[in-house]
């Protein structure tokens, strides 16, 4: 029963975001929440998947840009009643702080948004400055709060190169070993941050949480 619920409202949010229906996605979005359904699996089998086809649709010049903005609201939208019954979950004991942006010359944020939730529901103290953020911008609130970790966003081939801009400016200013950089996001992978000095990479928000977790845990020498 519980199964087939989750099928139809995931599906139905998942046509919503296709669609570019703003409304229906965050009905949709309210009624999985209402219903006790789990709102991480909705963000990895609904919006997730739906963006996906979105993406995939724009880059063969299938739907025009105005669609993809749409769509995009739809995301956003669903995307934030689930991130907020996410977050509601929070932990009381304070397990480190995380300064996170998506780089400079990058709007996109519905995945950096979804990797900030997810801290926030496990604990840490999270810094979220958007996107399109200079990488100065972001070395000074790292310094500004005492953060453990800076988690960079990126989703273009173009822009990806923002989060190599800010580990070579922790090394300018030789503080690269004060902070963990992790970095994600649609263009980026496990070889890329390797190549450009970051601690670590994640292709999803959850797994992103377990990898800044790990890298606390050994740095620190003890469990966050
Ligand atoms: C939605 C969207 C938009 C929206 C963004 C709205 C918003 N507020 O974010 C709008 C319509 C504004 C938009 C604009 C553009 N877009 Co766009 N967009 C997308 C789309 C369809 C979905 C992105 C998304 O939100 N996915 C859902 C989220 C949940 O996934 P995610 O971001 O990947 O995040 C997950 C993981 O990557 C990870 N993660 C993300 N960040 C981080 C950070 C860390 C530290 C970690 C550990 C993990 C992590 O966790 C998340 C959850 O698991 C993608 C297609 C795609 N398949 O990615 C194109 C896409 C990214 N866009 C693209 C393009 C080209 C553009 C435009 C240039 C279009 C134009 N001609 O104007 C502009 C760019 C504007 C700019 N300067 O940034 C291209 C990029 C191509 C490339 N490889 O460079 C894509 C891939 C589409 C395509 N196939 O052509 N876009």
């Known amino acids: 029963?519980?199964?087939?619920?989750?099928?139809?409202?995931?599906?139905?949010?998942?046509?919503?975001?296709?669609?570019?229906?703003?409304?229906?996605?965050?009905?949709c979005a309210e009624k999985i929440v209402k219903e006790g359904l789990d709102p991480l699996k909705a963000i990895e089998e609904a919006i997730q998947p739906a963006a996906k086809i979105v993406g995939e649709k724009f880059e063969k010049l299938e739907i025009f840009l105005v669609d993809l903005i749409m769509s995009a609201d739809a995301m956003k939208?669903?995307?934030?009643?689930?991130?907020s019954a996410i977050k509601a979950k929070r932990p009381l004991k304070p397990v480190g702080k995380v300064v996170i942006a998506t780089v400079q010359g990058d709007i996109h944020d519905i995945g950096k948004n979804i990797v900030a939730a997810l801290l926030v529901a496990n604990g840490f103290e999270v810094y979220d400055l958007g996107v399109d953020v200079p990488a100065l911008k972001i070395i000074e609130k790292?310094?500004?709060?005492?953060?453990?970790?800076?988690?960079?966003?990126?989703?273009?081939?173009?822009?990806?190169?923002?989060?190599k801009d800010v580990i070579d400016m922790l090394?300018?200013?030789?503080?690269?070993?004060?902070?963990?950089?992790?970095?994600?996001?649609?263009?980026?992978?496990?070889?890329?941050?390797?190549?450009?000095?970051?601690?670590?990479?994640?292709?999803?928000?959850?797994?992103?949480?377990?990898?800044?977790?790990?890298?606390?845990?050994?740095?620190r020498g003890v469990k966050p």
């Not at 939208?77 to 991130?83: D, G, I, N, Q």
């Not at 970095?183 to 970051?198: D, K, L, M, N, Q």
């Open 1 to 27: 029963m519980r199964k087939m619920l989750e099928e139809k409202y995931f599906a139905e949010l998942r046509e919503a975001i296709i669609a570019g229906d703003v409304q229906r996605a965050r009905e």
């Open 77 to 83: 939208a669903a995307a934030e009643v689930l991130t």
């Open 142 to 163: 790292a310094e500004e709060v005492g953060a453990d970790v800076i988690a960079l966003s990126a989703l273009m081939t173009s822009t990806m190169r923002g989060q």
């Open 171 to 219: 090394k300018a200013m030789s503080i690269r070993d004060k902070y963990i950089v992790v970095v994600g996001g649609g263009a980026t992978t496990a070889e890329w941050a390797r190549e450009i000095g970051a601690d670590g990479w994640a292709e999803t928000a959850p797994e992103g949480v377990s990898l800044i977790r790990r890298l606390i845990e050994e740095k």
